[in-house]
């Protein structure tokens, strides 16, 4: 008898940490890899990073939070990686190369260069309820908010927040 109990308390030992494991893996540690140089210099085409998919169940996409989403929700498409820079009640508009956000000069998080393509934002837009506004963080090559084939973007399709790279190496690291 004592053996049963022993492998019973171990059985339920193996279960909570197998759950402890999916939990992480599924809403915390869900790996995905960024296409193309639209992130650069911040992610490079291959970097791997750590999606965050319970963050946003109980928050929403901030200003300047990096996220993977499904444009148009298309799930057979591979995740965009992109920065939040509007969020629902904004206005956003690109003039002479630069990002109005509110009608004032956004403040980037990071160094970006003047965009020659206002695209979509050339005239104002207000986001509406549950809709994002995202671009690259290489604004001159990323396919991002300012094109129609993505356009602005629906909670429902963000998957998640962009947290931790894991590769390459010499990057591994909470991401900024």
């Known amino acids: 008898m004592p053996l049963v109990k022993e492998a019973m308390i171990w059985a339920l030992e193996l279960l909570i940490v197998l759950g402890i494991a999916f939990v992480f893996v599924y809403y915390i540690g869900q790996c995905t890899r960024v296409i193309g140089g639209s992130m650069a210099p911040t ?28 444009p148009n929700g298309n799930e057979k498409s591979h995740y965009y990686v992109k920065r939040v820079v509007g969020v629902p009640g904004d206005t956003v508009m690109i003039k002479e190369g630069a990002l109005y956000v509110n009608g004032e000069l956004y403040e980037e ?6 965009m020659d393509y206002a695209g979509l934002a050339e005239e104002e837009i207000t986001l509406g309820k549950n809709e994002y506004f995202v671009l690259g963080d290489n604004r001159n090559n990323s396919e991002d908010s300012r094109y129609a084939n993505i356009g602005l ?10 947290w931790f790279e894991i590769s390459p190496l010499s990057k591994f690291g909470f991401m900024k």
Request: no cysteine; aromatic share 6%; charged share 25%.
């Open 109 to 114: 998080a990071i160094d970006v260069s003047s």
């Open 43 to 70: 992610l490079e085409d291959g970097d791997r990073i750590l999606i965050n998919r319970f963050v946003y169940l109980v928050t929403n996409p901030k200003h300047n939070d990096v996220v993977a989403f499904l």
């Open 153 to 162: 973007i629906k909670k429902e399709h963000i998957v998640g927040k962009g």
